[in-house]
């Protein structure tokens, strides 16, 4: 798969994610991918929040196992934690995806 595609694949997961995370309302869930499919499920896993820093985000969970550069425009980093993964813009969270195994 080319640097593009993936990169597209993942903006339209992210995309699929945000809307999914609006339809479930106030209700405490958690987004999970498994291969191509997003699903949302009720969780009580701490996981970050949409709107914190990066630097909050280390504060409270500590260093990511992982870190991945950011791609694209707007620039979307990753970390990986265990359990789940951190997506920002630029130094802001805007998804925590939940690992199937969890």
């Given at each position: 798969m080319t640097g593009k595609r993936k990169l597209s694949v993942l903006l339209?997961?992210?995309l699929t994610v945000a809307l999914a995370v609006m339809l479930a309302g106030?209700?405490?869930?958690?987004t999970v991918v498994e291969g191509?499919?997003?699903?949302?499920r009720e969780s009580d896993i701490a996981r970050p929040h949409r709107g914190m820093?990066?630097?909050?985000?280390?504060s409270k969970f500590g260093a990511p196992q992982q870190r991945?550069?950011?791609v694209g425009e707007p620039?979307?980093?990753?970390?990986?934690?265990?359990?789940?993964?951190?997506?920002?813009?630029k130094d802001r969270v805007i998804h925590t995806v939940v690992d199937p195994a969890s």
């Open positions: 339209a997961v992210e106030a209700a405490r869930a958690e191509d499919q997003v699903m949302v820093n990066m630097h909050t985000v280390e991945q550069e950011a620039p979307i980093s990753r970390w990986h934690y265990p359990g789940f993964t951190v997506f920002f813009e």
